[in-house]
């Protein structure tokens, strides 16, 4: 997953776009008060904050789990009975 977003920030045009008059005082800036590395290393810093994390993937249930009817209540009120799923009515 790493692998894909660092190639991801790697071809983003937004590194081929060229410099508006806007974004030369603030680049000019940049590159007096830090190194290059410093800068780049921000940049992808900031690139990464703003993609989303990772999901932890949890595998769905089988179908025999699906269908499979789940007790409600038993604990609570010491009976033992079914809840259908809407699916299932």
């Keep these: 997953m790493a692998q894909r977003d660092q190639q991801r920030l790697l071809d983003d045009?937004?590194?081929?776009?060229?410099?508006?008059?806007?974004?030369?005082?603030?680049?000019?800036?940049?590159?007096?008060?830090?190194?290059?590395?410093?800068?780049?290393?921000?940049?992808?810093?900031l690139y990464r904050k703003g993609q989303p994390a990772p999901e932890e993937l949890?595998?769905?249930?089988?179908?025999?789990?699906?269908?499979?009817?789940?007790?409600h209540g038993q604990a609570q009120s010491g009976g033992s009975h079914y809840c259908r799923s809407r699916a299932e009515s």
């Design 58 to 71: 949890i595998a769905p249930p089988t179908h025999a789990q699906a269908a499979t009817p789940q007790r």
């Design 13 to 45: 045009p937004v590194l081929s776009d060229p410099i508006t008059d806007d974004e030369r005082a603030i680049v000019s800036a940049l590159f007096e008060r830090h190194e290059v590395e410093q800068i780049a290393a921000a940049f992808a810093r």
